[in-house]
């Protein structure tokens, strides 16, 4: 089973920033959109941003464009999520899934475990 791992969650204060990381250690995530998404306790899980397999095209849901910013090194099989001027709202856990260009931003085959993000003072 192909699988991703997340890390750089953490407890940040408001107005602070964080970068996640997705990896794959068995494939290469070079052939997959990739997506972040996340899910606050007791709410729906929604989509954060993607990325195309080239890195050319991103998207962003409305309440974190401007703030955070999606990017990928193929080279390191790595995709990131920089996330910037954090609200408490944004604390939830956050997952990357990868998924085929044609759907990108819609489905996704592939899912890491999560990460906390915690944004308090």
């Known amino acids: 089973q192909l699988q991703l791992v997340e890390s750089g969650g953490g407890l940040v204060q408001p107005g602070g920033s964080l970068t996640l990381s997705c990896a794959a250690s068995e494939f290469t995530l070079n052939y997959y959109a990739i997506g972040w998404l996340r899910q606050a306790p007791g709410k729906e899980r929604e989509g954060v941003a993607c990325?195309?397999?080239?890195?050319?095209?991103?998207n962003y849901a409305d309440s974190v464009k401007g703030r955070f910013t999606i990017s990928r090194d193929n080279a390191n099989n790595t995709v990131y999520l920089q996330m910037d001027s954090l609200k408490p709202e944004d604390t939830a856990v956050y997952y990357c899934?990868?998924?085929?260009?044609?759907?990108?931003?819609?489905?996704?085959?592939?899912w890491g475990q999560g990460t906390q993000v915690t944004v308090s003072s």
């Open positions: 990325i195309n397999s080239s890195g050319g095209s991103t």
């Open positions: 899934a990868a998924g085929l260009d044609s759907t990108w931003c819609l489905e996704y085959d592939y």
